[in-house]
């Protein structure tokens, strides 16, 4: 299991009965967790003491209750800092547990001795992008959603990094990708957070199981001839890390050999000494 067990400004502190208790920054916040089946005495004071609670309604969906929470906040990573706020589906902004994809995509930069550029799909409110423009790479941020452009460029200007060389693309990650093979426009590396279910800026439908293996094959027609690092999140309950490590192999490594490796990702929890399973990643690099 890759854990991601750096931080300083978020913790798990707690995990009882489908919910987990987190601290961001100075607040703390209880949010459901479809992994956390086990029913255990919830001694922690923050069960009693946390600033907003993520209800789960029997209807579906949710709602923030007890909300004790400014409209946004910052907590920081390494050098860079993101912007977090309570939002719809019980998200704020950031996954923590991919902090150490983070520190993955950060060394291969610094490593490389060589001018990197990275294409992020469906990169959300841009913590990879900033991770790998940190360490001196030029990124092509794409998400289909304009708000989460915006948001990731404010975390850009909050970590420092309005004048790196990125840029924010708000489009269909198909259609774009298909765009730069016809403009000839290649990269050293790829990193992909596709979500189970989506639709794109005009109606496009994304399921992952259907589109994930020929998004794949399409996406390898941008990688440059000396590739650095491809990059696969997958929160779908059920895609086992193997299936990311058999998908890359036979997309990527087939084609440019080097490696492949999977796990899951995971988080520490400070009551329980466990660590907590967030779904699954895999990682092509050229060794």
Not at 107 to 116: H, N, Q, Y
Not at 129 to 151: P, Y
Request: with cysteine; charged share 20%; aromatic share 12%.
């Amino acid at each position: 299991m890759w854990i991601s067990d750096r931080w300083k400004d978020y913790e798990v502190l707690d995990t009882s009965s489908g919910e987990k208790l987190e601290r961001w920054g100075s607040y703390i916040l209880v949010r459901p967790d479809p992994q956390v089946i086990w029913n255990t005495r919830r001694e922690h004071p923050g069960w009693k003491n946390y600033d907003a609670r993520y209800a789960r309604s029997a209807s579906g969906g949710g709602h923030w209750t007890e909300h004790r929470l400014p409209e946004h906040w910052q907590i920081r990573y390494d050098t860079l800092t993101f912007n977090v706020k309570p939002m719809n589906f019980k998200h704020t902004g950031i996954f923590p547990e991919q902090a150490a994809n983070w520190d993955f995509i950060r060394t291969k930069i610094l490593e490389a001795g060589r001018p990197v550029s990275v294409l992020n799909l469906f990169a959300y409110t841009g913590a990879a992008t900033l991770a790998a423009a940190s360490a001196g790479a030029s990124v092509c941020h794409v998400d289909a959603a304009k708000g989460m452009v915006s948001w990731a460029k404010e975390n850009a200007r909050s970590s420092g990094l309005e004048s790196a060389p990125i840029r924010w693309i708000v489009d269909d990650c198909g259609k774009f990708v298909e765009r730069e093979i016809r403009r000839g426009h290649r990269y050293d590396a790829v990193i992909m957070d596709p979500p189970s279910y989506g639709r794109g800026p005009n109606g496009e439908i994304w399921k992952l199981e259907q589109n994930l293996y020929p998004f794949l094959e399409l996406v390898r027609q941008v990688l440059s001839d000396d590739p650095l690092f491809f990059i696969i999140n997958s929160y779908t309950t059920g895609l086992a890390p193997s299936v990311l490590h058999y998908l890359l192999g036979t997309v990527v490594g087939s084609r440019f050999g080097g490696e492949c490796e999977s796990q899951e990702l995971g988080l520490p929890v400070t009551q329980s000494g466990l660590t907590l399973p967030c779904g699954a990643a895999g990682r092509w690099n050229s060794r």
